[in-house]
């Protein structure tokens, strides 16, 4: 199966591992735990990478001009972003999977075969607006695995506070008010939190 795995635009100097190992990028595992013919393609910039002879990276600057001889079986476009709507009528004979991110849970369009979402609630939403929707928990990148180690945290989450609302940390926030210390990963709405 030939996986196409599209991404939204990212700083490519920020990615900048050359081994799959390197990375602890979840998408980026999933992509390659899916099919061993995988292209991940992220918007803005230039960069490629092979991380093995049938998994690779690419940075490009607009997926409307993607010039590629690669056909895919199956296409994820994760986060939900109205660029990838190019790629995904460039090969109606692929399967689209749909997993949006923030605000954009479902698509503005109906190109999408599957849509994932990782709220329960959002299923029976999806379904009354026509689309094809499965509840889905998604993966961790295996970097992040338990460790035998102290533990120094007893709440610990990975999301900006300033997206608290989208996010739907509000409980991991209201918690941490009653039990210390916590840790969020990401940027902290209060000093109650230390920073990673």
Not at 53 to 65: A, L, T, V, Y
Not at 189 to 196: A, G, H
């Amino acid at each position: 199966m030939k996986l196409l795995f599209l991404r939204g635009q990212i700083d490519e100097r920020t990615q900048k591992v050359n081994r799959l190992s390197e990375s602890d990028d979840v998408w980026t595992h999933l992509a390659a735990a899916i099919s061993d013919n995988t292209k991940i393609l992220y918007a803005g910039g230039s960069r490629k990478v092979n991380y093995t002879d049938g998994i690779n990276e690419e940075w490009i600057d607009n997926f409307k001009h993607w010039n590629t001889s690669y056909v895919p079986d199956v296409i994820f476009a994760r986060g939900g972003f109205s660029y990838y709507e190019h790629v995904v009528r460039r090969f109606p004979s692929a399967i689209s999977v749909y997993y949006g991110a923030g605000t954009r849970t479902f698509p503005s369009h109906k190109y999408y075969d599957i849509i994932l979402v990782d709220d329960a609630t959002d299923v029976e939403k999806g379904r009354n607006k026509g689309f094809n929707t499965y509840l889905w928990n998604k993966p961790a990148a295996p970097c992040f695995k338990p460790t035998q180690c102290q533990k120094v945290f007893d709440v610990c989450y990975v999301a900006n506070g300033q997206q608290a609302k989208i996010k739907r940390i509000g409980g991991c926030m209201r918690l941490s008010h009653q039990t210390s210390p916590c840790c969020t990963l990401g940027i902290s709405p209060t000093t109650r939190f230390q920073r990673m």
